[in-house]
């Protein structure tokens, strides 16, 4: 099982500026041996012979074709319901 101290705790604490009370530090303490078990117990498993997998799906660059579609009406006539346009554009209130 993994070495892990009080005095650990107390030094990722304060690298991270953070104030722990007593009994913080030892839940911490004991939470973080619990973690460091299972990646040894992780470590501990054959992976001999397997590739690693990036994504399951087996796709690969799955895109579609840029295609400009007319779906019969002119910016214009678009543009006439708009309470605000400028330069053939609908004008918004700046988000920024």
């Known amino acids: ?41 992780l470590q501990s498993v054959d992976v001999k012979g397997l590739e690693p997998t990036s994504q399951v799906t087996g796709l690969k660059n799955v895109t579609r074709k840029d295609e400009i579609i007319d779906y019969g009406i002119s910016r214009e006539n678009m543009l006439k319901n708009v309470p605000d346009k400028q330069d053939g554009h609908i004008k918004v209130k700046r988000v920024l």
């Open 1 to 41: 099982m993994a070495k892990f101290t009080r005095e650990d705790v107390l030094k990722l604490a304060s690298l991270a500026k953070l104030e722990l009370s007593d009994d913080e530090v030892e839940s911490f303490t004991g939470e973080i041996k619990e973690i460091l078990a299972y990646v040894e117990q």
